[in-house]
């Protein structure tokens, strides 16, 4: 399961800086993977791409971006779940192409 960032947030962007497989965006920022930009998925909102997400799975036990945000904004995105096993084989995906 991806998270998601819910409208409370202040666009603080001290998540961004936590994220490990650099899956924060700034609201208009294009995004990113292997080398390729793609279009911006949120014109108002920071926002999280659900395709490079891993819940933070092979890197840390915990989403870490979760207890960093200030207005408790980032929450488990119940349409995009993924077992333990998915979320593994994107992080290792996104070793292969790069992030
Ligand atoms: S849960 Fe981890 S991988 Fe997903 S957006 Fe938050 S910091 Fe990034
Ligand atoms: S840490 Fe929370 S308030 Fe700050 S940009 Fe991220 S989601 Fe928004």
Redesign the pocket.
């Known amino acids: 399961m991806a998270v998601k960032?819910t409208e409370?947030?202040?666009?603080?962007?001290?998540?961004?800086a936590e994220c490990p497989n650099t899956a924060?965006y700034s609201a208009g920022e294009p995004w990113a993977i292997g080398g390729e930009e793609k279009e911006t998925l949120s014109e108002d909102f920071?926002y999280v791409v659900p395709e490079k997400c891993t819940e933070c799975v092979g890197f840390y036990d915990e989403p870490q971006?979760i207890p960093?945000?200030?207005?408790e904004?980032?929450v488990m995105d119940e349409d995009n779940k993924e077992t333990q096993e998915e979320l593994m084989k994107k992080k290792e995906y996104l070793d292969e192409v790069g992030r």
Do not use: R
């Open positions: 960032i409370e947030c202040i666009a603080c962007n001290a998540c961004e924060i920071t971006c960093a945000c200030p207005t904004a980032i």
